[in-house]
């Protein structure tokens, strides 16, 4: 009858160990909720991007104002036959 105790306590001990030391202790699980976590948040964010360019590839596609806008807006490009008037302030 001892040594089924002594069997009992091992099983228990070994149990013991690995729910609190090693892989899928606690403090494994909640390393791993934590990574989820913040990779979900990350996810949220290029998703987010992913969003707002593929609106602008939908508009890019569909209109030329928003081509002319970008151009004006970005490389200073004007229609022809207009005048661009440069103010400086020196």
Do not use: C, P
């Not at 040594?3 to 090693?22: C, E, H, M, N, S």
Request: aromatic share 6%; charged share 30%.
């Amino acid at each position: 009858m001892k040594w089924l105790w002594v069997v009992a306590l091992l099983l228990l001990a070994g149990l013991q160990y690995r729910l609190w030391v090693g892989e899928g202790s606690l403090a494994h699980v909640t390393q791993l909720k934590q990574e989820i976590a913040e990779q979900s948040r990350v996810n949220e964010q290029l998703l987010e991007r992913n969003r707002v360019l593929t609106a602008e590839v939908r508009e890019l596609k569909q209109g030329l104002e928003t081509v002319e806008e970008r151009a004006r807006h970005e490389l200073g490009m004007i229609r022809e036959g207009e005048t661009l008037f440069q103010l400086s302030t020196d």
